[in-house]
């Protein structure tokens, strides 16, 4: 249980395809490393995953997937609380009731809505114009103190924030709500696309050759990177010398982050050569961290039984906490 006052994580994933190396460096390594010295919760986000037509079985296998690959990339379910969303039922109760604080401009300023629903913004679902919402709904049903988040999800962040302060203002309960504060890794916050160093890797691109999956084999690693765009220059000196080379810069970030260095360390190490063989050395320290990681989802995968357990227990110990939190929100907000 979790006490008063005390600090509390909660992220999210969403079980939408295979987790990418996005995912894993952007977020989930850091879900490890806090579990070490905070309480946790991590959810499958099966509630969100819908807000764009799903087909019901794959949406099964994917949150299994999902939980096999927190597992997989070190959550430990002894020490933090894995379940999927849709197991608890606050989470949709707290976003109907945020849904009536949070403000349609709040909404229209969402980057992600604007790029997800593309130029047919009319035919898009209501659940992915409020999905914001749902996302703070998650954050704020466990009075989550931090939410380590990839870059991309700043924005959201700061909504849940502002909705956090506006309940508490509202109806005046002072500190009701924490203002969640995003953890945001500093030197690896956005992992970009392997075809386009301006766009980040994501799930939903088109291309496989754009990002990493956890579970792409050796030879699948080798081939995306030597397929992955750069520039005919080699490497440069110095790191203002990348300013206008996105491919490069995003392949020698994702290098620096692997070894533990840093992006001048990468370039003192590697200056002068070419792609080619860069890419090679990048493959290896892929290969070393990712593969590991795919083998154990596969592992995992052939024991749904054993997933499903851990997302029942996970359920009951998020289902304790939720449930204290929302009948103090329903108490403050006047049901009866
Ligand atoms: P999702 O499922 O898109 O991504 C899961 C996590 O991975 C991070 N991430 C990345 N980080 C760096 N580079 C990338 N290319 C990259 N792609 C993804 C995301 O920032 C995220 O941390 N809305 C969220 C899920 C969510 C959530 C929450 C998160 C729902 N409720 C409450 C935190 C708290 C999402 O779609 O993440």
């Keep these: 249980m ?17 987790l990418h190396l ?17 309480s946790c919760i991590y959810c499958v986000v099966d509630l969100h995953a819908i807000t764009t037509f799903k087909n019901p079985t794959e949406l099964r296998g994917n949150i299994l997937d999902t939980t096999a690959g927190f597992l997989a990339c070190g959550l430990d379910f002894n020490k933090s609380i894995i379940f999927n969303q849709s197991s608890v039922s606050g989470h949709s109760e707290l976003s109907w009731i945020l849904n009536c604080v949070s403000r349609v401009g709040w909404m229209n300023r969402m ?18 114009y409020v999905y914001p919402n749902l996302m703070a709904a998650d954050i704020l049903l466990y009075k989550a103190t931090h939410v380590p988040v990839g870059d991309d999800q700043k924005q959201h962040l700061e909504l849940a924030r502002d909705i ?9 309960s002072v500190n009701f709500f924490p203002l969640p504060e995003p953890l945001i890794q500093k030197k690896l916050s956005r992992v970009m696309s392997l075809r ?3 766009k980040k890797m994501s799930k939903s691109d088109d ?11 050796k030879d699948e690693i080798r081939k995306k990177i030597k397929k992955a765009k750069t520039d005919s220059s080699p490497i440069p000196e110095k790191v203002s010398d990348l300013s206008n080379r996105p491919e490069a810069l995003n392949l020698l970030n994702i290098y620096s982050f692997l070894t533990n260095s840093n992006l001048e360390g990468t370039l003192n190490l590697m200056q002068g050569k070419d792609f080619s063989k860069f890419k090679e050395a990048l493959s290896d320290v892929i290969i070393s961290s990712i593969c ?8 995992l995968k052939k024991d749904k039984s054993y997933l499903i357990k851990i997302l029942k227990e996970g359920t009951l110990k998020a289902s304790e906490i939720a449930s204290k939190n929302l009948k103090e929100v329903k108490e403050i907000v006047g049901f009866v």
């Design 292 to 299: 590991p990681i795919g083998e154990e989802i596969n592992k």
């Design 22 to 38: 996005g995912n894993y460096l952007g977020a989930m390594k850091n879900f490890v490393d806090l579990q070490k010295t905070m």
């Design 164 to 172: 956090a302060q506006k309940f508490n203002n509202d109806f005046k």
């Design 207 to 217: 291309s496989n050759y754009s990002r990493i999956d956890l579970k792409d084999t």
């Design 196 to 198: 386009d160093g301006t």
């Design 111 to 128: 980057t992600q809505f604007k790029e997800k629903a593309g130029k047919n913004k009319e035919n898009a679902s209501v659940g992915l």
């Design 2 to 18: 979790v006490k008063k006052n005390q600090k509390l994580v909660f992220s999210g994933v969403q079980p939408t395809g295979n």
